[in-house]
C-alpha cells in the first residue's frame, strides 16, 4: 500500500527533475539523498536561528511546529516529519533567544476518529478533516501567551493563505484575521510554508524573517553535499528574506 500511494502521489508532483527526484529518492529508495535532505533541513532551521539570535537576543519566542498529521495506516511508515530537522537546527541557532513555548496543536478527537473509520473503508482522501486547522484554532492556542513572546517562529504553513474552503460547510477565515498580527512588538518568522502573500508584512517588518527554497535551483546543486560552512550550505538551496532585501527577492511574492 505505503508504495502505491507513494507513486500516485508522484503523478501530481510539478513536472520538475527536481522535485520527482527529490521525492522519487526520499520515499521510493535509493542513493544517499535522504540523509543529505535532513542534513540540509537542519541547516535550513539553523540558519535561521542563528539569523533570529543576532536580531532578538535576550527576546522571547514561540515555536509553532505544525499541527498533528493525520493518522496513517499500521503498514504506512513516514519516517521522521520533515519539521523534526529543522526544529533541531532552529534551537541549535537560536542562542540567546529564550524559547518560552513549543506549540503541537492536537488534532482533535472526534476528527482523527472520523479519519480512522474513513480509512479502514479503504479512502484515503479526506479534505475537510486534512484542514481542520484553521485561524480560530491558532487564535485558540496562542492565547495564553499573549503579551508573553516577542517572537512567532512557524515551521509550517500558517492557516487561512490557501484561499480554500475548508469543507465541512464552514468557510475559511483568511490568515489576515490571525491575532498576532495586531499584538504591539511581537514579529513572525517563518521557516516552512508558503509566503507568497507576505509581501507586505515583510516590508511593514511585521514579518522579520522568511526562509524559502531558491528558484529554479540547478541539478547540480541539488546533488552537492552541505559544505562544512553554514551561508555557503544554506545558499546551496535557500533564501532567507528580510525587511532589508524584499525587494530584491520581490518574484518570491504575489504583485
Request: proline share 6%.
Amino acid at each position: 500500500m505505503r508504495r502505491a500511494i507513494l507513486l500516485a502521489l508522484c503523478v501530481v508532483l510539478p513536472s520538475t527533475t527536481m522535485a520527482r527526484g527529490i521525492f522519487a529518492r526520499l520515499f521510493l529508495g535509493g542513493g544517499h539523498v535522504p540523509g543529505m535532505e535532513r542534513q540540509y533541513r537542519v541547516i535550513k532551521g539553523k540558519k535561521l536561528g542563528t539569523f533570529l539570535a543576532g536580531e532578538f537576543a535576550g527576546k522571547r519566542a514561540v515555536i509553532l511546529l505544525p499541527p498533528e498529521p493525520p493518522p496513517m495506516p499500521e503498514d504506512f511508515d513516514s519516517g521522521e516529519e520533515p519539521c523534526v530537522a529543522v526544529f533541531k537546527g532552529l534551537l541549535a541557532g537560536r542562542k540567546g533567544v529564550k524559547v518560552v513555548a513549543t506549540i503541537r496543536p492536537k488534532m482533535p478527537a472526534a476528527v482523527k476518529a472520523k479519519m480512522e473509520r474513513t480509512m479502514a473503508g479503504g479512502d484515503m482522501m479526506m479534505p475537510e478533516a486534512l484542514q481542520w486547522f484553521g485561524v480560530k484554532e491558532l487564535n485558540k492556542e496562542l492565547a495564553a501567551y499573549k503579551g508573553k513572546y516577542d517572537l512567532l517562529i512557524c515551521l509550517g504553513r500558517l492557516p487561512g493563505t490557501d484561499g480554500m474552503g475548508i469543507g465541512g460547510g464552514r468557510k475559511q477565515i483568511s490568515y489576515k484575521e490571525l491575532n498576532f498580527w495586531k499584538e504591539k512588538g511581537v514579529s513572525v518568522a517563518i521557516a516552512e510554508g508558503g509566503i507568497s502573500r507576505f509581501g507586505k508584512l515583510i516590508e511593514e517588518g511585521k514579518i522579520c524573517a522568511v526562509v524559502n527554497c531558491k528558484r529554479m535551483i540547478q541539478d547540480a546543486d541539488y546533488e552537492k553535499r552541505p559544505a562544512k560552512d553554514l551561508d555557503e550550505a544554506f545558499a546551496t538551496r535557500f533564501v532567507l528574506i528580510t525587511p532589508e532585501n524584499v525587494e530584491e527577492h520581490r518574484a518570491y511574492f504575489r504583485r
